[in-house]
């Protein structure tokens, strides 16, 4: 049986994890912009899938 | 990132994956018949880098009459694809597209990824359509609105994949938007400020 501050906690989790996807996009971005397309693009094809 | 932008063009070269090769193909068809369109939303962010999958690729297109409605359906099953929707082109526009709902096209014989195709409707949707962004990509065109509107569309929307594409559009381009036009935007559209908030504590030096 979760009791308030179990939940309390959970959502704290969900709040700190939707923070830290937040701050990844940003990282990512970043590390987009200084990288080669010849090399994003590999890796971004190859993650969306390329016959 | 290397690519060259103005607000109205953008020219990268980059490595295709399947779905941009499809999104390609099907807006050849678009060039080809002289249908304005835009694409939005969630492939623009892929388009540009985002490392997520999508099941649907959405876009406008201008309102059609039946001619060419059906020149369309015809050029679309002729290069591989079905609509999901209804087997005619009659009731792909009367029943759906006039009806503002959308219809949607896949290669025959899978589901996903689709093209969900609508009329535009509402003051923004008009405005995506009139303030175009061309984007070559390997010398091949396709044609999406203003990334301003386009940032702020997805704070309005209300899923944290949204927000994830605001984010990564922002941070690409913040050194090149205009960001007086998307706080109008942002404005105009009635973005929660707690939407808004986000973008700023994710990005605090802007």
Not at chain 2, 129 to 151: A, G, P
Not at chain 2, 184 to 192: T, W
Request: overall charge negative; charged content about 30%.
């Amino acid at each position: 049986m979760l009791t308030d501050s179990d939940r309390e906690e959970i959502h704290q989790e969900i709040a700190r994890n939707r923070r830290d996807r937040l701050s990844f996009v940003r990282e990512y971005t970043e590390w987009l912009k200084k990288t080669p397309n010849a090399v994003w693009s590999k890796q971004h094809a190859k993650f969306l899938g390329k016959k | 990132m290397e690519l060259d932008y103005s607000p109205e063009k953008i020219v990268f070269n980059r490595e295709l994956s399947d779905l941009d090769e499809l999104v390609l193909k099907f807006v050849d068809i678009l060039h080809r018949l002289d249908i304005s369109y835009v694409i939005i939303s969630g492939y623009i962010a892929i388009l540009f880098g985002r490392s997520r999958g999508t099941e649907d690729v959405d876009l406008f297109v201008e309102k059609i009459g039946m001619d060419k409605m059906s020149e369309w359906w015809f050029e679309l099953e002729k290069a591989g694809f079905e609509c999901l929707n209804t087997d005619n082109p009659t009731d792909a526009l009367n029943e759906y597209l006039e009806n503002n709902t959308a219809i949607r096209f896949a290669v025959k014989g899978t589901w996903e990824p689709n093209f969900e195709v609508k009329f535009p409707t509402s003051k923004s949707s008009h405005y995506s359509m009139e303030n175009k962004l061309v984007v070559f990509l390997n010398n091949r065109k396709i044609v999406t609105s203003q990334i301003e509107m386009q940032i702020a569309y997805k704070l309005l929307l209300r899923g944290d994949k949204d927000l994830e594409d605001a984010l990564h559009l922002y941070g690409l381009f913040k050194d090149k938007l205009d960001h007086s036009l998307l706080r109008l935007h942002i404005q105009e559209l009635g973005v929660p400020p707690e939407r808004v908030n986000v973008l700023w504590e994710i990005h605090p030096s802007d």
